[in-house]
């Protein structure tokens, strides 16, 4: 683990600024989220990016919505943090989620961390692109280290 990922924070959203701040750099409004959880990443005092967990039904599944500015995010204590609010908070059966797909790097992550492509949603998004969706299984997660961060 790098020196930047070791102080990289994990902050839980207050007053949606992290929410607001990852729905603005995916160029979405808020109005399709209803009861959700938050949490931002601030490396060197600057947030770099948020995970919203939405869709959330506890024991169940929850939907994933990330957006990042930085990869300076993404390390083994990170990871464990955020599968470990999903997995053992909630204690949902699987995580799931959406990427555009033409975002090769989001793809690319996702299967990296063991995520499995489940479908293909056509002319899905508000801007006519297809979407993929993604998901993982509690028994599914294994965090092999970082090594899955930094190579995407």
């Not at 390390?75 to 949902?92: H, K, Q, V």
């Not at 297809?130 to 993982?136: C, F, H, L, Q, T």
Request: net charge positive; with cysteine.
């Amino acid at each position: 683990m790098s020196k930047a990922t070791a102080y990289c924070k994990i902050v839980a959203d207050e007053g949606d600024i992290v929410t607001r701040f990852v729905c603005a750099g995916l160029g979405y409004d808020m109005s399709w989220l209803d009861r959700h959880f938050t949490v931002g990443f601030i490396c060197n005092g600057r947030l770099i990016g948020g995970l919203i967990y939405h869709n959330i039904r506890p024991g169940r599944d929850v939907w994933w919505t990330l957006y990042t500015t930085d990869k300076k995010w993404c390390s083994r204590r990170i990871m464990n943090f955020i599968f470990g609010l999903a997995f053992d908070y909630f204690g949902c059966r699987r995580v799931s989620m959406s990427a555009d797909a033409d975002n090769a790097a989001c793809l690319k992550l996702a299967l990296q961390l063991g995520f499995r492509a489940e479908g293909i949603l056509r002319n899905y998004r508000d801007n006519g692109k297809d979407a993929v969706i993604m998901g993982m299984l509690k028994e599914e997660y294994k965090l092999k280290g970082a090594k899955q961060c930094q190579k995407a």
